[in-house]
């Protein structure tokens, strides 16, 4: 339930206190003062993520702005370090421009500027376009803003690094018959900490009024100090009171309770799975054919290994439909490892489970699952999975007369192997420690030769 809605009295210039559960009265004082000394809000004094052209769209044109400045090249990057640092590393660098042209294209990646929001919030999802990080002040109500946000409900218990999904109640033009009509009605995400922190999130509403679902996904490095969500809707520059919402970081392993999802719909962390997740495509660049076994012959410093993989429908890991890998192989000690990938709604491959003599995991509700292979490949893209580092170095890399591969480099400790696909799902090459470990296709092994 929603704590608290302060509304605002344009007549007498004061505020109401409306308690829908027990709330500290200050906080209405302090939004109050943000309103007479703000006044209504200015666009220009936010700025978009990843936009350095400043006209309020991730494009094309601003992940070749990043890429200019990653490049040492003149661009506006060199006024909006903040704007440009995609991935809040401290600099601009080709991954910042990789992400911005992946949020170009609507596809998964890293958003986080280096503003005050993303050391408490890593992202906020919902069923459309994803929400946009802006860097500034976030917007201030003017005196007489209507209330539109009527109910929240979630937990009110979180961990750093999860998920919190919480369903909203809102109508926009329940207090202002003057924006019943207008369009471009988006929702507005930010974060208190006794005032409001920089930077907010914000995404677009399909509806004037109803409920929607949001998840909030906590930062990885979250403190553990109680802070509050921060909920309003803006409708063309009507921005309407602020309804907060509790967060009480919890630091003892405890886990809050996952919130149920239709049919066989389950999230974990930021992932979420449905129906179709153990029914990953044939000609993707990393395909589990159920059914099918394959063998790899090593060569070189690998000679006399061998190593097979089976691929079953496994078992649901977390409520989540899975492929298992079974793979066994001779190389020091004989040895075995399996593997249970699913495929997110995103079309990312992701590892729900996995057991090997390395150790071991299993995904939960609170956590995303280490990513596996992402839907849309891009050279450059990196990411961290079971103690390895991942890197994509090519889409389109060459080796021994095959063309138009993936090439992913694969970093754990001093080891340093390199993976080769191709996306027909026939060619799985393997090049590790200096010398190529295997051509193979679906039924037939092929020694391909020492580099």
Not at 42 to 49: K, S, T
Not at 314 to 339: F, M, R
């Amino acid at each position: 339930m929603l704590p608290v809605l302060c509304t605002a009295l344009a007549a007498s210039g004061g505020y109401e206190i409306r308690p829908m559960m027990l709330r500290r009265a200050w906080r209405c004082a302090l939004v109050a003062a943000l309103v007479v000394a703000g006044g209504a809000f200015d666009r220009a004094r936010a700025q978009v993520c990843g936009d350095p052209n400043g006209d309020r769209n991730v494009t094309v044109t601003d992940g070749v702005q990043v890429l200019r400045a990653a490049a040492g090249l003149d661009s506006p990057c060199a006024a909006l370090p903040a704007v440009c640092d995609v991935d809040g590393s401290g600099a601009t660098t080709v991954t910042d421009g990789v992400n911005v042209l992946r949020a170009a294209a609507v596809l998964p990646s890293l958003t986080r500027c280096p503003t005050g929001v993303t050391g408490i919030l890593g992202g906020v999802e919902h069923d459309g376009p994803p929400a946009r990080l802006e860097i500034g002040v976030a917007p201030i109500p003017s005196p007489g803003a209507p209330v539109t946000i009527s109910d929240i409900e979630g937990s009110t218990t979180v961990t750093a690094g999860s998920v919190n999904v919480l369903t909203l109640t809102y109508d926009v033009g329940a207090g202002a018959a003057e924006i019943a009509q207008a369009g471009n009605v988006s929702l507005i995400v930010a974060a208190s900490t006794g005032s409001f922190v920089e930077g907010f999130f914000e995404l677009p509403l399909d509806a004037r009024a109803g409920t929607i679902e949001v998840g909030v996904a906590l930062a990885a490095n979250l403190r553990p100090d109680e802070f509050d969500l921060e909920f309003a809707t803006r409708s063309e520059q009507v921005v309407s009171q602020y309804a907060a919402f509790r967060q009480k970081p919890i630091t003892d392993g405890a886990t809050p309770t996952p919130t149920p999802t239709p049919g066989c719909e389950v999230r974990l962390g930021s992932a979420m799975f449905d129906c179709s997740s153990d029914q990953i495509p044939p000609d993707s660049f990393l395909p589990m054919p159920i059914g099918i076994v394959r063998k790899y012959t090593g060569y070189g410093d690998y000679a006399g290994y061998e190593e097979t993989e089976q691929y079953h429908l496994g078992e649901s890991v977390a409520g989540v439909k899975t492929v298992t890998l079974h793979k066994t192989g001779n190389h020091e000690d004989s040895w075995t490892e399996d593997v249970w990938g699913a495929l997110d709604t995103n079309g990312d491959l992701r590892v729900l489970k996995w057991v090997s003599p390395a150790g071991s995991y299993q995904a939960s509700a609170s956590q995303t699952p280490p990513l596996r292979m992402p839907a849309q490949p891009v050279a450059g893209q990196s990411w961290d999975s079971l103690g390895f580092s991942l890197t994509i170095t090519s889409t389109n890399a060459s080796f021994r007369g095959y063309t138009n591969l993936l090439a992913l480099r694969i970093v754990m400790d001093d080891d340093t192997d390199t993976d080769y696909y191709k996306s027909d799902g026939q060619v799985g090459l393997h090049l590790g420690s200096g010398v190529d470990m295997v051509h193979q296709t679906r039924k037939t092994t092929t020694r391909v030769g020492e580099v």
